[in-house]
Nanobody, 126 residues
């Protein structure tokens, strides 16, 4: 069974930083691109970033490029999101997401499994 468990919840002031983590199990982690997505209250899922499985190359949505950094450690089945220069509009529940098929990726939700975990809450105060 695929399991993704996010952690790193926090309340920070605008301009602050947080690091989110996600531990994965139940699938061949090093074959799948992993993404971070978020959902603000009352809004839909927003794709943020992807890290590809072997090359660890990355891509970001415009809203977070230059402020957030996605990374992974295949040895321990973990993916991370370093968030710097946080803004109040970054307030949301954050999820990691697995690509639908091995060695594929895209820059929207269409090629990722819907989030499976409870996510982790990030709150940025102004």
């Amino acid at each position: 069974e695929v399991q993704l468990v996010e952690s790193g919840e926090g309340l920070v002031q605008s301009g602050g930083s947080l690091r989110l983590s996600c531990v994965a199990s139940g699938f061949a982690f090093d074959n799948f691109a992993m993404a971070w997505v978020r959902q603000a209250q009352g809004k839909g899922l927003e794709w943020l970033a992807v890290v590809r499985p072997r090359s660890s190359t990355t891509a970001y949505t415009n809203a977070v490029r230059g402020r957030f950094t996605i990374s992974r450690n295949n040895a321990v089945n973990m993916v991370y999101l370093q968030m710097d220069s946080l803004k109040p509009e970054d307030t949301a529940v954050y999820y990691c997401a697995k690509a639908l098929t091995p060695f594929s990726s895209c820059s929207d939700m269409s090629c990722y499994d819907p989030p499976r975990g409870r996510g982790t809450q990030v709150t940025v105060s102004s």
